[in-house]
């Protein structure tokens, strides 16, 4: 059991320093390209996971699953990271909690509710200034990030009785690949001209993407989702004090308050079902 903890709290640095990594790596190379690059080499290491062949009746929806979960949703991702913190960021991608709980079907408790409007208001905080001025347009990509990672969840539901958990993943890779194209029309491919970026993508590819759902999927099994899931929460924490040391990032109290209240809020919304 110890084993399993360590296993997770590995794996939650992991994902807090993707969001260190990709500032890092977006000061070299667009976000197209770097979503390129992560996926495919990540998608090549999840080939053993896969036993499933794909059925084409399914096609169209992880086209869906693609542009939802990885091409538009990483570019956007990647963008807002121009303009915001690796913390902002970290509270606010969580926020996909309260859109895929607007978007299912099932009737929200009063507990719910109280998270959606705790959550609300940290938000609030986080994007707004003292002068109530709006922040950083990266604040609000994020958060469009949050709406399609809860399309993403919502639509892939129905494959769950057809494949595995590594076969949506691999499948999702696979067609968040193929629909980047049409983004290179924007953006330029790009190769990484610093050491720095490549080793930012091999640990974005094997570590975030690869080691972390292979973990992450193994605990659920072992100790199942919820307090699998509770762990996420350690994210915002440490991507603060990774952003603190790496890009002297400021934190007032109106950030600390706003990013309590946001990440209360979606625990409400989590376990209030």
């Known amino acids: 059991m110890i084993l399993l903890y360590f296993l997770l709290l590995s794996v939650m640095v992991f994902w807090a320093g993707s969001f260190i990594f990709i500032k890092l790596a977006i000061s070299d190379i667009n976000p197209a390209s770097l979503t390129l690059y992560r996926f495919s080499l990540a998608t090549i290491f999840l080939v053993p996971f896969v036993k499933k062949m794909l059925d084409f009746k399914d096609a169209l929806r992880f086209v869906v699953l693609g542009v939802s979960g990885v091409s538009l949703l990483y570019i956007l991702q990647f963008s807002a990271l ?13 926020t996909s909690v309260l859109f895929i709980a607007a978007m299912s079907k099932e009737r929200l408790s009063s507990k719910q509710k109280a998270g959606i409007v705790l959550s609300f208001l940290g938000i609030v905080l986080i994007l707004f200034k003292r002068d109530f001025a709006l922040s950083l347009i990266g604040d609000l990509m994020v958060i469009g990030n949050g709406i399609l990672w809860a399309i993403y969840t919502v639509y892939a539901k129905p494959l769950f009785e057809k494949y595995s958990s590594f076969e949506i993943v691999f499948y999702s890779f ?4 193929v629909t980047l194209v049409p983004f290179f029309s ?28 292979v973990v992450w999927y193994y605990c659920v099994e072992k100790i199942g989702a919820a307090r699998t899931s509770v762990f996420v929460y350690l994210i915002p924490l440490l991507t603060a004090v990774m952003s603190y040391f790496v890009f002297s990032e400021e934190f007032t109290a109106r950030k600390i308050f706003g990013g309590f209240l946001t990440i209360l809020g979606i625990y409400l919304v989590e376990r209030g079902r």
């Open 82 to 94: 121009y303009y915001t913190t690796p913390t902002n960021a970290s509270i606010l991608i969580n």
């Open 186 to 213: 924007i953006f330029p491919l790009e190769l990484p001209s610093k050491t720095l970026t490549w080793i930012s993508v091999v640990y974005l590819a094997i570590l975030c993407s690869v080691v972390g759902y």
């Open 174 to 177: 696979l067609f968040g690949i």
